[in-house]
């Protein structure tokens, strides 16, 4: 997907590879995994600010995840989903509505890069 074929109402957040404590195969210490939720949330909460997203008023958002990880290794993308709870929440307080509003589409796999990379894209349904 390129930049040229996503439409007007869309915005765009780049996000890091989300740690490997919030990876649901990981079985981390459960302070170690909440510290990195919060940090997760927090970061897509604030880089969706950043992006100065406006606060949107849709019953339905669909919620494209473009996934750039960090090595070339086949990955479950449902892991990778809920690995990326997080940052769905954390955008969702940005722009005030309830996660619950976000429609997932199917992932789309980008090249890997180093550090990896996780690229939402938000439309208004």
Not at 92 to 97: C, F, L, M, Q, T
Not at 109 to 125: D, F, H, M, T, Y
Request: charged letters at 20%.
């Amino acid at each position: 997907m390129t930049q040229e074929s996503i439409s007007a109402a869309a915005w765009r957040i780049d996000l890091p590879w989300p740690a490997k404590a919030l990876h649901p195969n990981e079985r981390p210490h459960y302070m170690a995994k909440a510290r990195a939720t919060k940090a997760a949330r927090l970061a897509a909460s604030t880089m969706a600010k950043d992006a100065k997203l406006p606060q949107i008023d849709a019953a339905a958002v669909k919620v494209t995840c473009i996934f750039s990880p960090p090595i070339k290794r086949n990955r479950d993308a449902d892991n990778l989903l809920a690995a990326c709870k997080a940052y769905f929440d954390g955008i969702a307080d940005a722009i005030g509505i309830n996660d619950s509003c976000f429609q997932h589409q199917a992932p789309v796999w980008g090249i890997p890069r180093k550090g990896g990379n996780v690229c939402i894209l938000l439309e208004a349904a």
